[in-house]
């Protein structure tokens, strides 16, 4: 009971207010409305809207998996783009840091280049032949400015390919061929690689051109000092340490 002047409780002059609310958010969520559209029609929480509309059925979804993909894509795209010029500004600097070789940081490079990824030879299996394997563009061109700064001429290299049987093998020669100025006739038989079917294949479409073989013809010595290069450089590194 209130006194004369006196205002009811606000739950005495609205008591459907609460009610009323339920109802409109039980009618939103029929409609498919979420509940972040409904909190924001209403202004009340979402767990009250949860506890008024549990018992409808959840709204069918509106869109695709692709176009929900698509979205979130949409919506990360800004910051992806920044994080990758974040990473192409720290190649830059790296690479503006290199500046121009030597030939001596050249020999160096080429003879821990060789080691990586040539043939070695063993003692089980005699291979003093230089023979490098590679499918990176700047490896095999690091590589053949290694043989220039050795004096090894031209005709005393030859080049084949190691690839796959489903990708297009004259392109791969040509390609090659123009990147290292290479006489074409220069290359020997291709090595296919049979298909699996089972295999989920990453190395395909135009940019795919296998690996390239560089053999040196007549190459004994030269791997003799390459190998005896590689271990005067592990001895050096291991007097640092003393």
Known sequence: M??????????????????????RARELRLRGWTYDRIQGELGCSKSSISLWVRDLPKPARRRTREQSSEIARRGWEPRLCRREEERQAVKRAAAREVGALSERELFLLGVGLYWAEGTKDKPHARRERVTFVNSDPGMVRVFAAWLDLL??????????????ETADVPAAERYW???????????????????????????????????????????ADLYRRIEGAWYGIVGAVASMDQ
């Open 2 to 23: 209130t006194t004369e002047g006196e205002h009811p409780p606000e739950r005495a002059r609205h008591p459907r207010a609460k009610d009323d609310l339920r109802a």
């Open 177 to 219: 061929a123009d990147l290292l100025h290479a006489d074409p006739t220069r290359f020997g038989k291709t090595t296919l690689k049979r298909h699996n079917p089972k295999t989920v294949r990453r190395n395909v479409g135009a940019e795919y051109r296998g690996c390239l073989v560089i053999r040196v013809l007549g190459s």
């Open 151 to 164: 004096g090894v001429p031209s005709e005393r290299r030859t080049y084949s390919l190691m690839i796959h």
